[in-house]
Nanobody, 121 residues
Framework: QVQLVESGGGLVQAGGSLRLSCAAS????????MGWFRQAPGKEREFVAA????????DYADSVKGRFTLSRDNYKNTVYLQMNSLKPEDTAVYYC??????????????WGQGTQVTVSS
């Protein structure tokens, strides 16, 4: 089993920054990569970014590339999503997920509870 707990969401003005954290636990955590997804009201959940515990560069959705930075702390089993230059369209519930990558996409196997990010104009 994998348990994921997100934190760091909140209200920020356009152009501001937030850092989201996801603390992961469970004996099978290392067998997954870690991803972030988001879901706005009335919209489908969409991929934001993902990173492997073992190495390699993070993957980013085109909509956040250059503004968001995903990093990891293997010792703490925690991943961070640094969100800069936030836009109102970034407003959503952000979910951490334990994922595995297939050909060109990620499949989520476990989800955190979500944290709300609201960007005002």
């Amino acid at each position: 089993q994998v348990q994921l707990v997100e934190s760091g969401g909140g209200l920020v003005q356009a152009g501001g920054s937030l850092r989201l954290s996801c603390a992961a636990s469970g004996r099978t955590v290392s067998s997954y990569a870690m991803g972030w997804f988001r879901q706005a009201p009335g919209k489908e959940r969409e991929f934001v970014a993902a990173i492997s515990w073992s190495g390699g560069s993070p993957d980013y959705a085109d909509s956040v590339k250059g503004r968001f930075t995903l990093s990891r702390d293997n010792y703490k089993n925690t991943v961070y999503l640094q969100m800069n230059s936030l836009k109102p369209e970034d407003t959503a519930v952000y979910y951490c997920a334990a994922v595995r990558r297939y050909s060109g996409s990620y499949g989520a196997h476990y989800w955190g509870q979500g944290t709300q990010v609201t960007v005002s104009s």
